[in-house]
């Protein structure tokens, strides 16, 4: 029997997000689902991390945003088509049932597709907070001439598309082309806030950052969400915080603690490694009991650079776990401050 839903995800080297937005599809109270992948030649794990969450892959050597479109509906067996972009992360389990009822609901009424909210990520960048804040509002919104629709996050049926493909042609906007066409003919678009997603780059170029930023404060300041619906999203990022140690004295170590204190404050940091010197005097049981991993750089690699001896410590980092980010530093970096961590985080 054929899914109600046909979820497909165009990627291209995505291996940040990917396995996140793989597992909270699988979190969804709507079940009645199949998951396809349209791939764009990446060369990075997106494939590796997806294979065992997908239903079907569809690779592709070309990109055009309608046509990874269109090849994946060509590939889909259900009656509707939910697109989401492989950076974007459901808010809640309840995301995907919201976009399925929407359109289910107002089918009736003409309506060819529906999109969700999107929302930065509190390390987002300041134009993509002020974007995102302004286009996707809290108010439901049936669209009769404005043909604004988004593609990262949205539900069609199998008959408009079948009826009308996106174009294949155009780089960009293939949605806003699409519901523009239907709405010449008088169906209408759906616009719901409660189907909602993170989306890390947003949906415009950063722009001008200063102004950007100035409107990101006055967005804040009104339109400022919990955090804490975030919190549990950032805490399935993993992130290796690399520590190069060249100090033997106390005033080294003191900079390296004061260091490490900083990176456990952002709550961000999954495991740290430190990298020591071999003529270091340093206790190392005290970073031992902290569950810190440690590397002593031999007599050979003492002359070597970070970047020399990196791939190296990389390598065996990763032979029983995989990290999302790595974040390189020494001592000689103290009293840098938790926001300054984040900003490197972007």
């Known amino acids: 029997m054929n899914p109600k839903v046909s979820i497909i995800i165009r ?15 699988k979190e969804q109270d709507f079940k009645d689902y199949e998951i396809i992948l349209v791939d764009n030649n990446s060369n990075d794990k997106t494939i590796d991390l997806a294979k065992n969450h997908i239903d079907k892959l569809v690779k592709i050597d070309k990109f055009k945003p309608g046509a990874a479109l269109n090849r994946g509906c060509e590939a889909a067996s259900g009656d509707y088509f939910v697109f989401i972009s492989a950076h974007c992360l459901p808010c809640s389990n309840k995301w995907l049932s919201d976009l399925y009822n929407e359109i289910i609901k107002h089918e009736t009424d003409g309506c060819v597709g529906v999109y969700g909210r999107q929302k930065p990520f509190s390390f987002s960048t300041a134009a993509t907070k002020r974007d995102l804040t302004i286009v996707f509002g809290l108010d439901k919104k049936i669209q009769k001439k404005d043909p604004f629709f988004h593609n990262a996050n949205s539900i069609i049926s199998r008959s408009s598309w079948e009826k009308r493909n996106f174009d294949e042609d155009i780089t960009n906007i293939e949605d806003r082309i699409w519901a523009d066409a239907y709405l010449n003919e008088g169906k209408i678009i759906v616009y719901t806030p409660n189907a909602e997603v993170y989306h890390y780059h947003g949906i415009h170029q950063d722009g001008i950052s200063s102004r950007a930023s100035s409107t990101e404060i006055i967005l804040d300041k009104y339109y400022g969400s919990d955090k804490s619906e975030e919190e549990s999203i950032l805490k399935s990022f993993s992130n290796c915080a690399i520590l190069f140690f060249n100090g033997s004295d106390k005033l080294g170590e003191d900079l390296l603690k004061n260091l490490m204190s900083v990176l456990e404050e952002t709550k961000l940091i999954s495991k740290t490694v430190l990298v020591l ?10 970073y031992k009991s902290r569950g ?4 002593i750089r031999n007599e050979i690699q003492a002359d070597l650079s970070y970047l020399d001896i990196l791939p190296d410590i990389v390598n065996v980092v990763e032979r029983n776990e995989y990290f999302d980010n790595y974040l390189i530093a020494d001592e000689s970096y103290p009293f840098r401050s938790i926001k300054f961590i984040l900003n490197m985080y972007r």
């Open 11 to 25: 990627s291209k080297n995505e291996e940040r997000w990917i396995l996140k937005l793989l597992l909270a599809i």
């Open 277 to 286: 010197s071999s003529k270091t005097n340093i206790e190392i049981d005290e």
């Open 292 to 295: 810190y991993k440690l590397f």
